[in-house]
């Protein structure tokens, strides 16, 4: 593959548009979390879902170590208003989950004990069936084992060309 046909690529991946999720674990010693747009449902009988997490990320490390990983994580899939909270979770060098989510109403969820924060389109909690490597990513194909909440009264948080989208164009940064 050339470096001409890597670059073009991306530009092609970077026009798909996606949801905006949060992704959470708890592992015994922190809560770890993550911005993650690369989420899809895989099935609906039984319920399955996929996320794509950074090959290098801690995240990915706690799911996809092979000594006592951690196999039940939680999926906040986020509303236009929580931009600023997608964005806390993307930055590097970010402090832990729950110091991230503390002026954000959240709560544990029951099956997984990760963060799930309020005010999303929904809440998922899954349990890995499997996690395979993926170039620059690990796959995580999980089963959904419970739902804590669903709204219908929110617009989904949306990222196009690196950007959120908000009432269909990209949303400004604050400075």
Sequence with gaps: MTERTVVLAAAALEAWASSVTLVTVADGRDDVGATVSAFCAVSSDPPLVTVALIS??????VVGRTEEPVTRFAVTLLAAGQRVLAGRFAAAGRPGAR?????VAHRRGEASGALIVEGGLAALECEAEQVIPAGDHLLVIARVTSVPYVTDSAEPLIRFRRHYLLGGRPARRRR
């Design 56 to 61: 290098g990320s801690y995240l990915a490390e």
């Design 99 to 103: 110091l991230m989510v503390g002026d």
